[in-house]
């Protein structure tokens, strides 16, 4: 089974970088046909995803994020990493790491999710 | 981007009541289309994906349908634990979108 566990700062300053940490437990983050995401959730509002990364380094970021965020693999310590740079308060949120699979791009393994809030 | 819509935002439902909720693309996304169910403090939870195929250890009581730019996630008999936030998810660009959400709660 499959577990995947959030890692980093629950607190960073507005203008720092965010950086966080996914642990693939109980399988290889380079499993062929395994995908990674990284998606967040501001308090009390929807799902926004982030970006992905696909196996051989392929990434892909929202647009409006893209300026300023970086996503990686660490196949060593089967780790997926996230470093959002120049943050704000309006990138306080729950962020989520997360396996998507297949044609079908379907998330189906996720985090527990941690809480990040930009303050000074 | 490919934008997704969802209706209503929020509902009251009974248990027992049939639920369904609607998610619109703003562009033809064939069936790559993804629902979740979210608790609060919890994690998003697979539903169905590629708009109709129910992952693994979901109850059949869940379905979904639709291709192109127009789906629907149906709850066929509401039971307690059903109550939570539905989001609809596309896979058909690598730009995932996720819609805003649907919340059922109970009347």
């Known amino acids: 089974q499959l577990q995947l566990q959030e890692s980093g700062p629950g607190l960073v300053k507005p203008s720092e970088t965010l950086s966080l940490t996914c642990t693939v437990y109980?399988?290889?983050?380079?499993?062929?046909?395994?995908?990674w995401g990284w998606i967040r959730q501001p308090p009390g509002k929807g799902l926004e995803w982030i970006g992905s990364?696909?196996?051989?380094?392929?990434?892909y970021y929202k647009p409006s994020l893209k300026s300023r965020v970086t996503i990686s693999v660490d196949t060593s310590k089967n780790q997926l990493s996230l470093k959002l740079s120049s943050v704000t308060a309006a990138d306080s949120a729950v962020y989520y790491c997360?396996?998507?699979?297949?044609?079908?791009?379907?998330?189906?393994?996720w985090g527990q999710g941690t809480l990040v809030t930009v303050s000074p | 981007d490919i934008q997704m819509t969802q209706s209503p935002s929020s509902l009251s439902a009974s248990v027992g009541d049939r639920v369904t909720i609607t998610c619109r693309a703003s562009?033809?996304?064939?069936?790559?289309l993804n629902w979740y169910q979210q608790k609060p403090g919890k994690a998003p939870k697979l539903l169905i994906y590629?708009?109709?195929s129910l992952q693994s250890g979901v109850p059949s009581r869940f379905s979904g349908s639709g291709s192109g730019t127009d789906f629907t996630l149906s709850i066929s008999s509401l039971r307690p634990e059903d109550f939570a936030t539905y989001y609809c998810?596309?896979?058909?660009?690598?730009?995932?979108?996720f819609g805003p959400g649907t919340k059922v709660d109970i009347k």
């Open positions: 997360a396996r998507f699979i297949g044609y079908t791009s379907h998330f189906d393994y």
């Open positions: 109980g399988g290889s983050i380079s499993s062929v046909g395994s995908y």
């Open positions: 990364i696909y196996f051989g380094g392929d990434t």
């Open positions: 562009q033809s996304i064939s069936s790559y």
């Open positions: 590629a708009a109709s």
């Open positions: 998810q596309q896979s058909y660009s690598t730009l995932f979108t």
